[in-house]
């Protein structure tokens, strides 16, 4: 159960586009299409913002868009609003009902 | 809307134990997985814990196996985690979350506000 790799940070200016990439092994993100991305602002529980890979919950806007290959998984954020400034986390489903999230990065809007 | 409310987080010594409890409402609680994961401050996410809709199939960290137990009833819309044998690295808030999809095993969809455990002498 070792965490998915994600980088530590990364950022971009308003309107621009980001893609936060989430490495895990072909025990997690390879086998199964169950990964999920959360967004958290400072003090906040996490918000569920994709889930198994590409899908959206209702009232996420499309401006947050998830893929998959391989066992890397990413999600990327189109047009950078001030309030997308927050940290992410990945999550994959590993098996046998258990989970492993991944390292958490920290997205700075310029 | 669905709402889940933990409680029973507190400063425990080392090697005591701890009960969590999790209520929930505005969801058919029966027909959906539950987990429980926790979040030490300042730092990520970790995964420790999930049970099946009817508590037929639970789950474990290896961080946390031996030593937690979770356990639900789903007449109350309740979901508890067992703390035993406390250790200082399980200091971490805890948070409740609700699967996605019911009877089945996706993700974290809801989330509670969580509830602090801290286990220091």
């Known amino acids: 159960q070792s965490a998915l790799t994600q980088p530590r940070s990364v950022s971009g200016s308003p309107g621009q586009s980001v893609t936060i990439s989430c490495t895990g092994t072909s025990s997690d993100v390879g086998s199964y299409n169950y990964v999920s991305w959360y967004q958290q602002h400072p003090g906040k529980a996490p918000k569920l913002i994709i889930y198994d890979v590409t899908r959206r919950p209702s009232g996420v806007p499309d401006r947050f868009s998830g893929s998959k290959s391989g066992n890397t998984a990413s999600l990327t954020i189109s047009g950078l609003q001030a309030d997308d400034e927050a940290d992410y986390y990945c999550s994959s489903y590993a098996g046998s009902f258990t989970y492993v999230f991944g390292t958490a990065t920290s997205v700075t809007v310029l | 809307e669905v709402q889940l409310v933990e409680s029973g987080g507190g400063l425990v010594p080392p090697g005591r134990s701890l009960r969590l409890s999790c209520t929930v409402s505005?969801?058919?609680?029966?027909?959906?997985?539950m987990h429980w994961v926790r979040q030490t401050p300042g730092k990520g996410l970790e995964w420790v814990s999930c049970?099946?809709?009817?508590?037929?199939?639970?789950a474990y960290a290896d961080s946390v196996k031996g030593r937690f137990t979770i356990s639900r009833d789903n007449a109350k819309k309740a979901l508890y985690l067992q703390l035993n044998n406390l250790r200082p690295d399980d200091t971490a808030l805890y948070y409740c979350?609700?699967?996605?999809?019911?009877?089945?095993?996706?993700?974290?969809?809801?989330w509670g506000q969580g509830t602090l455990v801290t286990v220091s002498s």
């Open positions: 505005g969801f058919a609680f029966g027909t959906y997985a």
């Open positions: 979350t609700k699967d996605i999809i019911d009877y089945s095993v996706h993700g974290f969809d809801s």
């Open positions: 049970i099946s809709w009817n508590g037929g199939n639970v």
